[in-house]
């Protein structure tokens, strides 16, 4: 392992991420990131040939419950947490880039 | 009037004979907030007026002899939603949110009558462990105010070491609870992975955010997680399990004939010896009153750091994919097009950590680093909590140091996050596997005069053993009864 990630994986990822990122803050967030990479290669290291992975300590499996509406009935509060507004909707700028041509 | 020399029981005994009214009360928490705050800075926001209301109508009520926690006013960490009252998970990305709804834990506190003061700092989204992080303000280590109180929890901590309140709600993901509680000298409790529900916690890494109590007491402790813990039918990893009635059976704490681990990697590199030192002592204490030591091996545990880093900050990045400046929140100004709405609003919304986290997540989650980060992190984590299962087989309890230093300073470790992560190294482990652990007040550093926390972990929904050997340290120590000289230096 060990390779580094490098500037332009960082940007990939950023992308995928939906962050951008400045060239100065680039120069601080690669090394950082590349630090902190250098520790998970410890992992690599590591045998895990037949280890279960595990994702969760909960035993609950699939648990069920009716299917009812509660606590409805906010438009208006949760609507005051958006951003911006129009005529009792979500305000949002249009989705066709229209910057450019 | 400082929340030092009392406790829930007596508070509530005051109240009840009508020596105290609730208002009085809190009034005394508004008094000592705003005597300490302003060096402090453990708090985001006060709920002085809801708070003052509640209280009156409490007293109008009265206050019944099985209303323990009526009146008692406490505080809330600012990731937990709290309806109509703002929570900003100490995000510039929430920094006007309003919750049309109360956290489980919240709406438990609420109908028991406890009153909610106001909503504590923390490292923005609880990611952090100097409370550095938020984008807000810094909070102090009331003990030392160049130093920091710890993190996640930080504004929680503190509070409750500037006798601010009893007790305030954290979460703890990789130690957000027990750290600081061990910088500052208090009770910090994270239960059992499914003993409290998440719902309205802001999340942060599901598989590892519980919710839990930093407290003067552990008795008072025990009282207020089993006002929190239970199923919830909107968390579905809560536990069917029953809650004990855990302050009632401390009556029969004993730590005669206890078994003890006590892993030799707690003590190895990277642990400050001025901690060690005083742990040492602890568990002689342990020894003394009765209690068998035992020194095992958990050889995984070195690898709880860069397991964690890739596990957490992949969930992170996932859960924090809601904030989008869509629906709520913070939006990006002079936006062009959809894209540049997601992009902009969310490198301008969150902070410098929660990015890196996001960028870990992301790399960790991606195609062709799936299997050797995401995958072997979960195998990793398979053999960690396959060390506690083993240990645990044949010990009640595992015994060491919370965290590997007292407070640092301010500024010392928050331009370097690789640093900042090592703090971590022994309390994540406890995340991983999903155990119960709890940090108590054990001394203080000969180096510096600092509080030094002790961790005690063990079985899953076994709360009761950790709060039963903590009960009985602090009966027969005194470490938890000092308390800070704010604004002069100890």
Known sequence: MAEKLGREAAKHVAELAKLSFTDQELDQFVPQLEETMHLFDDLQQMDTTGVEPMYSPTTEVNGMRED?????????????????????????????????? | ?????????????????????????????????????????????????AALKQAAAIDQAGIKDDQLLAGIPLAVKDNIVTKGLTTTAASKMLANFKPVYDATVVEKLAAAGVINVGKTNLDEFAMGSSTENSAFQ?????????RVPGGSSGGS?????????????????????????????????????????????????SSFDQVGWLSRSVKDNAYLLEAIAGRDEHDLTSAKKEVPHFAANLAKADVKGLKIAVPKEYFGEGIDADVKEVVEAALK??????????????????????????????????????YDGIRYGFRAEDVKNLEDVYVRTRSEGFGAEVKRRIMLGTFSLSAGSYDAYFAK????????????TKVLADHDLIMGPT?????????????DPNKMYLNDLLTVTANMAGLPGMSIPAGFS???????GLQIIGKAFDEQAVYDAGYVFEQTTDFHKQTPRLGGQN
Do not use: C
Request: charged residues 20%.
């Open chain 1, 68 to 101: 009812v509406a509660e606590k409805s009935g906010q438009k208006e509060a949760l609507l005051q947490n958006a951003p911006e507004t129009k005529n009792g909707l979500i305000k949002v700028p249009a989705i066709i880039d229209e910057s450019e041509d």
């Open chain 2, 1 to 49: 009037m400082a929340f030092y020399d009392t406790d829930i029981e007596q508070l509530h005994a005051a109240l009840v004979n009508k020596q105290v009214s609730a208002s009085e009360l809190t009034k005394a928490a508004f008094d000592q907030i705003k005597a300490t705050d302003d060096q402090v800075q453990a708090f985001l926001a006060l709920n002085e007026e």
């Open chain 2, 138 to 146: 810094t909070t102090k280590n009331p003990w030392d105010l160049t």
């Open chain 2, 157 to 205: 901590a503190a509070a409750v070491a500037a006798g601010d309140v009893l007790a305030a709600l954290g979460t703890d993901t990789g130690g957000s609870i027990r750290q600081p509680a061990s910088f500052t000298g208090v009770v910090g409790m994270k239960p059992t992975y499914g003993r409290v529900s998440r719902w309205g916690i802001i999340a942060f890494g």
């Open chain 2, 285 to 322: 204490h342990y020894e003394s009153l009765g209690a068998i030591i035992d020194e095992v091996s958990m050889p995984h545990t070195k690898y709880g750091i860069p397991a964690y880093y890739i596990l957490a900050s992949s969930e992170a990045s996932s859960n924090l994919q809601r």
């Open chain 2, 377 to 388: 992190a979960a195998k990793v984590r398979r053999l960690i909590a396959d060390d506690f």
């Open chain 2, 403 to 415: 965290a590997v230093s007292t407070a640092f300073k301010v500024g010392e470790e928050s331009s």
């Open chain 2, 446 to 452: 000969k180096q510096n005069g600092l509080p030094v």
